[in-house]
């Protein structure tokens, strides 16, 4: 009976927590952007549907031949969105309401890298007289995005054991070993908003385009043991 009292007695005794400390790194790379996303909408009208994508299909390949003689290549334009809805008319309080004709659209994604980053303004503008209606949000991207994500961790974890050996040593105590990380990541590419359509004087000059810089953001949250 003694000795389970006693093997009761220690398992039942709490024990002591590790101490630990908890801080948060960041990291921060900055770099020049080399290629530009760029939403392209073709939208037109017709009295039929097939007339109304006729017309969207033959502008749109007015704005594709265009593309190609700035020497954009096929793999970097994606069809995003490609519709025919029928326009009705509510001012007669009809139901159903009459059609009064059709709407064709077709989106696409265009992608420019490097040296051709210069002529997307120059684009934009020739692009509104082959058929362009509106442009979507520019996109600035850099084609080595995860490398650069990796050197602002490792940027991160760093700022993140200074902090602990700074705490540490302040209050009398060492680092040990490493009990939790966990990091995220901001940044990357960035959105300009604009929409830019075919109201717009197509006979203006081409509207300048600002790459300026790209700025990526990490943080990691690690908790070292303290000895």
Same mark, same amino acid.
């Given at each position: 009976?003694m ?7 220690q398992?039942?005794?709490? /024990?002591?927590?590790?101490r ?6 960041e990291?921060?790379v ?6 530009i ?59 159903p ?55 602002a ?8 054991q200074? /902090? ?27 959105p300009?908003?604009?929409m830019?359509?075919a109201?717009m ?21 690690v ?5």
């Open positions: 009976m000795l389970f009292a006693s093997a009761l007695s398992q039942t005794e709490p /024990r002591e927590r590790a630990t400390v908890s801080v948060r790194g990291g921060f900055k770099t020049a952007p080399d290629q996303r760029l939403s392209v909408q073709v939208n037109t009208r017709g009295e039929s549907a097939s007339a109304a994508m006729s017309q969207a299909s033959a502008k749109t390949r007015a704005v594709l031949a265009l593309l190609k003689n700035y020497g954009v290549e096929e793999k970097e334009i994606q069809t995003s969105h490609v519709n025919v809805s029928p326009i009705l008319d509510y001012s007669k309080n009809i139901q309401p009459p059609i009064l004709g059709y709407n064709g659209s077709n989106d696409f994604s265009v992608v420019f890298k490097g040296k051709m980053m210069d002529n997307v303004g120059d684009f934009m503008d020739k692009a509104v007289k082959a058929g362009a209606t509106s442009f979507g949000g520019l996109q600035y991207e850099n084609s080595k995005q995860r490398e650069l994500e990796r050197d961790l490792k940027k991160a974890a760093s700022d993140a200074a /902090r602990a050996d700074v705490l540490a040593k302040e209050l009398g105590a060492t680092l040990g070993r490493v009990m939790t990380i966990s990091e995220s990541v901001g940044g990357g590419p960035m300009m908003p604009m830019r359509t109201m004087d197509a006979s203006s000059s081409a509207a300048p385009i600002m790459t300026g810089e790209l700025s990526i953001s990490t943080q990691v949250d908790v070292f043991e303290l000895k």
